[in-house]
């Protein structure tokens, strides 16, 4: 069965630094593009970032470009998230997800399966 898991979350003052990491198992990761996704209350669950199966194309939101990196090893079936200059609007719930894609899907629909998510508060 497949299952991915998030761990890293927590909180952090403005203007601070955390990694999320999504462990994978189940599925040969390495064909799998990866993608964050992060859920506030009351909004709906929007892209963060996406990486692509080889790890050569990346994609981004724009709320989050530039503080943000993904990367992932395949060696070790695991997808990370550096988020740094973290400021009160990431405060979500983020969510990992494995899609059959070569491209870093930004849409929800591109993903098959999904993390239980990690809770990211940020405080002022």
């Known amino acids: 069965q497949v299952q991915l898991v998030e761990s890293g979350g927590g909180l952090v003052q403005a203007g601070g630094s955390l990694r999320l990491s999504c462990a994978a198992s189940?599925?040969?990761?390495?064909?799998?593009?990866m993608g964050w996704f992060r859920q506030a209350p009351g909004k709906e669950r929007e892209f963060v970032s996406a990486?692509?199966?080889?790890?050569?194309?990346?994609a981004y939101a724009d709320s989050v470009k530039g503080r943000f990196t993904i990367s992932r090893d395949n060696a070790q079936n695991t997808v990370y998230l550096q988020m740094n200059s973290l400021n009160s609007e990431d405060t979500a719930v983020y969510y990992c997800?494995?899609?059959?894609?070569?491209?870093?899907?930004?849409?929800?629909?591109?993903?098959?399966?999904w993390g239980q998510g990690t809770q990211v508060t940020v405080s002022s």
């Open positions: 997800a494995a899609g059959p894609t070569i491209t870093p899907g930004r849409a929800v629909r591109a993903y098959d399966y």
């Open positions: 189940g599925l040969t990761f390495s064909m799998y593009g």
């Open positions: 990486i692509s199966w080889s790890g050569r194309n990346t």
